[in-house]
Each structure stands twice: as structure tokens, then as C-alpha cells.
């Protein structure tokens, strides 16, 4: 399984930015100034549904996350929990990275604008090295049938460097790969939802021939499992099977 985009060391802080006039969270953080003063810029942007502020002494990332099921995920690996409805802080911000799942990384010092684009590469994601997020991609729905025997991996992504990595993934293990293609419904016997939008979907014809088998093959992965009752005429559906690639 891929591993986690959410990359970061342990958290020593972390920072809520959705509320109007709150600090920015920065490792150099300064006294508030007094009310007499000049207002200061915006210390965060619109509020995403959740973000996740983390700090350590070598580095500042704040994520921005604008799908439920990707803040789900986010939850149990943000160091501190993820905050809702707020805005990772303006204040320091130099990068920026579009995560093919469609959420945001914001870099900061300590690290450089290099280092932070050399994340993004890494992450497949669409770099900008500004305060500004890189607009997604047109959102496309990838398939590999044939990877794993008797079944099809399927995934959502919002930018071109992954469909791209994953049209070379495909190929690498043998399956047959699409683009805006999804995996066939009609014969499955279960799904597995992995993190990231990534669904397994079994057929009859898998490696995996009982239940329990693919529930522990997609629980190990951390995704969860779900049986399905295939429909009546599925036996006699004109639909071939996923190929397997040997």
C-alpha cells in the first residue's frame, strides 16, 4: 500500500488559525501587539473544513483538508488530532503543494522552498512556490484490473503526477491500467476502502477465496472491508472479468 502522504516528526505544536486576529503559529512567534497598534495581515486564509499544524525545531507543515472521509484518515496521524473548520496560518508560509488526494500542504521555515518542493515531487503532488495553493487537476478516476489476481484497484486523483505514477504502477505488477475507467461493480463479491481514495474491489475468480482472507488482506492495510451480495444475473453479465496479469 502507498504509504501515507502525512509525512511529519512529533508535534510540539499545535495551532488552530481559524479564528479572526490569531497568531500564526510560526516557531518565532511574537508578543501581541498593543490594541493602538496598526492591524496585522490575516494570519490565515478561508477556513477548510480541517487542517492539521504541525511544528517540530526542523519543520513547519500545515495541511488543509476539504473532504470528510480524508479528514477521517487525517485524524488518526496528525499529532494532536486535525482542527475543523479553520485555515492553516498565512504568516511565513513560502510553499505550497496540491496532494493528488486533493488536500494542501503549506510549507514553512525552517525548511526551504527547495525542500519543500522536493516533498511535493516525492508525494506526487502539484508544486507552488508561493503563500498560494496550486488549483487541483480535473478530478479522474484511475484503474488497474489485473494487479492483485481476481481483482481491481481503483483511485481518485486531482493531479497529473500521479495518474501518470500510477499508469507506471500498473504496469510494473502485470495489470491492465485506465483512465476515467472505474472498476466494474456488477460482478463484485467486496470492496476494500484504503486510505488516500482508494478502493480494492474482488471478484469470484480472486486468489482470495473466503471472506475472511480479504477481510484480514485489507485490514492489514489499514482500509475497511465491506461484503457485497453480487445481484441475480451477475452469473450471466456480459461483463468480462478484471485480466490477470501472472
Given at each position: 500500500m502507498?504509504r501515507p502522504i502525512?509525512?511529519?516528526?512529533?508535534?510540539?505544536l499545535?495551532?488552530?488559525c481559524?479564528?479572526?486576529?490569531?497568531?500564526?503559529g510560526s516557531?518565532s512567534a511574537?508578543?501581541?501587539?498593543?490594541?493602538?497598534?496598526s492591524?496585522?495581515?490575516?494570519?490565515?486564509g478561508?477556513?477548510?473544513?480541517?487542517?492539521?499544524?504541525t511544528?517540530?525545531?526542523?519543520?513547519h507543515a500545515?495541511?488543509e483538508?476539504?473532504?470528510e472521509e480524508?479528514?477521517?484518515?487525517?485524524?488518526?496521524?496528525?499529532?494532536?488530532g486535525v482542527v475543523?473548520?479553520?485555515?492553516?496560518?498565512?504568516t511565513?508560509?513560502?510553499?505550497?503543494c496540491?496532494l493528488?488526494?486533493?488536500?494542501?500542504r503549506?510549507?514553512y521555515?525552517p525548511?526551504?522552498v527547495?525542500?519543500?518542493e522536493?516533498h511535493?515531487r516525492e508525494a506526487?503532488g502539484?508544486f507552488?512556490?508561493s503563500?498560494d495553493?496550486p488549483?487541483?487537476d480535473?478530478?479522474?478516476v484511475?484503474?488497474?484490473?489485473?494487479?492483485?489476481?481476481?481483482?481491481?484497484?481503483?483511485e481518485e486523483?486531482y493531479?497529473?503526477?500521479?495518474l501518470?505514477?500510477?499508469n507506471?504502477?500498473?504496469a510494473t505488477?502485470g495489470?491492465?491500467?485506465a483512465s476515467?475507467?472505474?472498476?466494474?461493480?456488477d460482478r463484485?463479491?467486496?470492496?476494500c476502502?484504503l486510505?488516500g481514495?482508494?478502493t480494492?474491489v474482488?471478484?469470484?475468480?480472486?486468489?482470495?477465496?473466503?471472506p475472511?482472507?480479504r477481510?484480514?488482506f485489507?485490514?492489514?492495510?489499514?482500509?475497511?472491508?465491506?461484503?457485497?451480495t453480487?445481484?441475480p444475473?451477475a452469473?450471466?453479465s456480459?461483463?468480462?472479468?478484471?485480466p490477470?496479469?501472472e
Amino acid at each position: 500500500m502507498r504509504r501515507p502522504i502525512l509525512l511529519v516528526g512529533s508535534c510540539l505544536l499545535l495551532v488552530a488559525c481559524g479564528d479572526k486576529g490569531a497568531g500564526s503559529g510560526s516557531a518565532s512567534a511574537q508578543a501581541a501587539p498593543p490594541a493602538s497598534a496598526s492591524a496585522p495581515a490575516p494570519a490565515s486564509g478561508p477556513k477548510a473544513l480541517a487542517i492539521c499544524d504541525t511544528q517540530t525545531t526542523d519543520e513547519h507543515a500545515c495541511f488543509e483538508f476539504s473532504d470528510e472521509e480524508i479528514v477521517a484518515e487525517r485524524a488518526r496521524v496528525c499529532p494532536g488530532g486535525v482542527v475543523r473548520d479553520a485555515a492553516c496560518p498565512v504568516t511565513d508560509r513560502i510553499a505550497a503543494c496540491r496532494l493528488p488526494d486533493g488536500s494542501v500542504r503549506y510549507g514553512y521555515p525552517p525548511r526551504t522552498v527547495l525542500q519543500h518542493e522536493k516533498h511535493c515531487r516525492e508525494a506526487k503532488g502539484k508544486f507552488s512556490p508561493s503563500a498560494d495553493a496550486p488549483p487541483p487537476d480535473r478530478k479522474v478516476v484511475l484503474s488497474c484490473r489485473g494487479k492483485l489476481k481476481g481483482a481491481c484497484e481503483e483511485e481518485e486523483t486531482y493531479t497529473l503526477q500521479r495518474l501518470n505514477q500510477a499508469n507506471e504502477d500498473c504496469a510494473t505488477f502485470g495489470g491492465l491500467f485506465a483512465s476515467g475507467d472505474p472498476c466494474p461493480r456488477d460482478r463484485a463479491i467486496s470492496t476494500c476502502d484504503l486510505e488516500g481514495k482508494r478502493t480494492i474491489v474482488f471478484y469470484p475468480e480472486g486468489e482470495l477465496e473466503e471472506p475472511s482472507e480479504r477481510q484480514t488482506f485489507c485490514e492489514e492495510r489499514r482500509g475497511k472491508y465491506v461484503e457485497l451480495t453480487p445481484a441475480p444475473s451477475a452469473s450471466a453479465s456480459p461483463s468480462a472479468p478484471p485480466p490477470s496479469r501472472e
